[in-house]
């Protein structure tokens, strides 16, 4: 069964390298596939292109062809495919694939290759995704569906804007979402002209970024209209800290700029629903979490001590996501009355001294490396506190699934961070507010006296209780945020 919708509905045509379930490698895959759910629930047309990575393929049923380019200029043959994902039980998207064997059908991920290195290619690959959402944002579309918005997410369909701005037909107006600043797709000048775009494109006043082709400085600057994942990453990019050389252009353009807080996919992340954890439990079962903590600790050969504070982390092991504060201060955690699983991949010289570190204080410390989507749910629902140190965090979406879950977060405040976990004070425990702990310092000793903090609350069982209720009773759905876009939408669509 799926969403009825009005002949007369707002349709967008939502551009991005990937979606959860078919492709996923960071918070981009959940967002674009919750995000474009929650909008067709709310009467949005929306319709999502994506390359054809093998993952897609495979993971499509019933995809028919329906057009074919095997002309289109600077570009291979390709064919353009549409099938229906179904993310939940009310809910199927339509989707487009860009069907182009030579760009897509290799071994590796969406950006990498086995071996970890950037495609050479991927210039010409997200080149194409960007030219295939200005074709079918323009009247040189080969489909009768026409866009009345094409939002662009990260600088892999940031040429989109730049294409349609330079198209002399009908098109439609453009929002460029920012989910992370500073990954920015910086490629040799030559490729301008390689890429089929104007010479004249190539300026402080278009693609040009310190001598390099840049997508998501194109997407930046040729937009309607800009968005970004929480209000507080807003306000960060524009200034130099967190601008990546972009603060000039972003601050200039702050008139269009919105920052919304990205929800999370409530029906996949809800404990008294999860497939994946050992005992369901709601926030009048409180007590049933503690089967699950144990659980994990067993799983993760840690001492199944209900006494002992249980601290997860699951990211990408990276400087941004600051994996090296973690790395510092976890012999002191340990000595704590507390434990640390750890659950990701990254960085060969933060993923071995993780490793190390768990070797030298086993049934203490346990590390999984890889990503695992069931045992990422079993350590929100398994463990006590959620630690996101992040250097930068446009938004996050671990720390709401850690509120949802009854884990209280610690975060660095920083972006999204402090725009979805409040402090915990007397105060704000009292009128319902807090939820989790932030540090404001980025140091490790700073990091250090914030989970010194909750292992503190944690001892007192009527303020943790208070806090881990806090959590779970937060609105962290779509909803709201999906109603803003589509706000937006409407504005940029009936400006055009």
Not at 213 to 231: C, E, M, N, Q, R
Not at 257 to 267: A, E, F, K, L
Not at 465 to 481: A, V
Request: overall charge neutral; aromatic content about 10%; glycine content about 8%.
């Amino acid at each position: 069964m799926s969403t009825r919708l009005s002949k007369h509905a707002l349709k967008v045509l939502f551009v991005t390298p990937e979606v959860y379930p078919l492709c996923k490698t960071g918070g981009l895959g959940d967002v674009s596939a919750a995000l474009p759910a929650s909008l067709r629930e709310q009467q949005v047309d929306v319709r999502i292109l994506i390359p054809g990575y093998p993952q897609v393929l495979a993971g499509l049923k019933y995809k028919r062809k329906v057009a074919e380019f095997n002309g289109l200029a600077h570009f291979p043959p390709a064919k353009l495919l549409s099938a229906n994902l179904q993310v939940n039980a009310s809910t199927s998207i339509p989707v487009f694939v860009i069907d182009c064997p030579s760009l897509y059908q290799r071994t590796g991920g969406p950006y990498l290759d086995v071996a970890g290195h950037d495609w050479p290619d991927n210039a010409q690959r997200f080149g194409l995704l960007s030219k295939m959402g200005a074709l079918l944002g323009s009247d040189a579309s080969p489909l009768t569906w026409q866009p009345d918005v094409v939002h662009c997410n990260d600088w892999q369909s940031g040429l989109t804007p730049a294409y349609l701005h330079f198209h002399r037909g009908l098109k439609s107006p453009t929002l460029m979402s920012i989910h992370n600043l500073a990954f920015q797709g910086c490629f040799a000048p030559e490729l301008v002209s390689q890429l089929g775009l104007p010479s004249e494109s190539y300026s402080v006043q278009g693609v040009e970024y310190y001598g390099s082709l840049s997508f998501i400085k194109a997407g930046l600057y040729y937009a309607d209209h800009i968005s970004t994942v929480s209000p507080s990453y807003a306000h960060e990019i524009q200034q130099e800290r967190l601008g990546f050389g972009l603060h000039g252009l972003l601050s200039a353009r702050k008139e269009q700029i919105s920052g919304i807080v990205n929800g999370i996919d409530t029906i996949e992340w809800d404990p008294s629903s999860d497939i994946h954890i050992t005992k369901k439990y709601t926030i009048r079962r409180l007590s049933n979490k503690q089967a699950n903590k144990l659980a994990i600790q067993q799983k993760l050969g840690l001492e199944p001590r209900s006494d002992q504070l249980l601290f997860a982390a699951i990211s990408r092991f990276s400087y941004q996501k600051g994996y090296d504060l973690l790395f510092e201060v976890a012999p002191k955690l340990l000595a704590l009355p507390a434990q640390l699983a750890v659950l990701g991949a990254g960085d060969a010289s933060i993923e071995r001294n993780l490793v190390q570190l768990a070797e030298q204080f086993p049934g203490r410390m346990a590390i999984h490396v890889g990503y695992e989507e069931a045992l990422s749910h079993q350590l929100e629902a398994g463990a006590d506190s959620f630690l996101m140190p992040s250097r930068f965090e446009p938004c996050g979406l671990n720390q709401m699934y850690s509120q949802r879950y009854g884990t209280v977060p610690l975060v660095h405040a920083t972006g999204g961070l402090i725009d979805t976990v409040v402090d915990y004070s007397p105060e704000a425990l009292k009128n319902g507010t807090a939820s989790g702990f932030q540090f404001h310092d980025l140091s490790p000793d700073a990091f250090f006296e914030g989970i010194k903090r909750v292992v503190a609350a944690y001892q007192d069982k009527d303020i943790w209780e208070q806090l881990q209720k806090n959590g779970m009773r937060k609105d962290f759905s779509w909803k709201t945020s999906a109603a803003t876009y589509r706000e937006i939408y409407q504005q940029l669509a009936r400006a055009h």
